[in-house]
Every structure is written in C-alpha cells, then in structure tokens.
C-alpha cells in the first residue's frame, strides 16, 4: 500500500448570509462565486459544485487529507468576505453568519448532490432555507438539543446538536 498517496474527501458545506448583507444583486452572488473559485483554486482543491442564493451559499468540495475544515472555511468566508464588500452596505459590518453546516460526502453520493445543489432555486420556490436546514440536518441525523447558528429573518434559530453531530457531519462557528 502506498501510504504517500494524498486521499482527497468531499465535504457539502452551507453558509448563511446576515440578514443585512443578503446577496439581492446577481452581481454580488457573482463576485462571492467568483472569489469562491479563487479562494478553492488557492487552496489546490477542487468544486464539485457551487451555488449562491440571495440567503445562503453551498459548496460541495474536495479537501485532502492534511487540510482542516475549519482552516480552509474561514479562508473561504474571508476571501468571498473582501471581494463581495462592494456589493453589501457599510452597516453589514460582515458578509456571514457565524458557522456553518459542512457534511462529509462519499463518491458515489456525488452526482446526487451536485445535482441538489444545481437546482437550489426550483427548490427555493417551494421550501425555504429554513427548512432545506431542517432537511439537511434530519438527513444526517442531527438531534434537536441545541441551536444552529444561523438565525432567520423573523429572528428564530434552527434547533440543532453541534458540533460534531454524526459520524459524517458537524455544525462549527
């Protein structure tokens, strides 16, 4: 067995825009898209596919093995932090929310989710974020203890265990 050989893993991971700095324009879902590229591309791993809605973001990546999560996240939400500034107001103070929902992902899981993720918006027209984290959650059984960091518009929290919820999944800030 060849123990140098890098082992990459897939992971789905979710981020929240605040409230004030939701992403209205197609521009700005561009220039976070873009910056996302770059910041990936930076970090020599690869998207599997991407989306941007006005309220939330997906990724689905690779990460090799000698990358953290959290090292390579807080250098996505910095990098799409700084290029998307023109296109959130000043008193946003910030792009995201603090945490994130990210979900190991297995090979032969991957034409599935980067088929969920390509169709956001068929989906957002009849179920909300909200619920599409309740989803997300249930599916990778999160148990119901605490609260996810997300907080939605009228001001409630999704209902969620973090971190490290499941044997695939975890919930960070």
């Not at 897939?10 to 825009?17: D, I, Q, T």
């Not at 910095?78 to 603090?98: E, G, I, M, N, Y």
């Not at 945490?99 to 090979?107: M, P």
């Not at 179920?127 to 001001?155: Q, T």
């Amino acid at each position: 067995m060849n123990t140098s050989a890098a082992v990459q893993l897939s992971f789905h991971l979710v981020l929240a825009f605040r409230e004030s700095a939701k992403m209205s324009s197609r521009e700005g879902r561009l220039s976070v898209g873009d910056a996302a590229t770059a910041s990936v591309a930076a970090q020599a791993q690869e998207i599997l596919a991407m989306h941007c809605g006005i309220d939330h973001f997906h990724l689905l990546f690779t990460l090799h093995e000698d990358r953290t999560v959290s090292q390579f996240i807080r250098r996505l939400k910095t990098d799409c932090a700084r290029r998307a500034r023109d296109f959130v107001p000043p008193a946003a103070h910030a792009l995201w929310q603090p945490g994130y929902i990210v979900v190991s992902s297995s090979w032969s899981d991957r034409d599935a989710l980067v088929e969920r993720i390509g169709a956001q918006d068929a989906l957002h027209e009849t179920c909300s974020f909200r619920e599409e984290v309740r989803r997300l959650l249930a599916e990778h059984g999160a148990s119901p203890k605490r609260k996810l960091p997300f907080v939605y518009p009228d001001g409630d929290e999704v209902d969620a265990a973090r971190p490290g919820i499941t044997r695939n999944s975890g919930i960070g800030r």
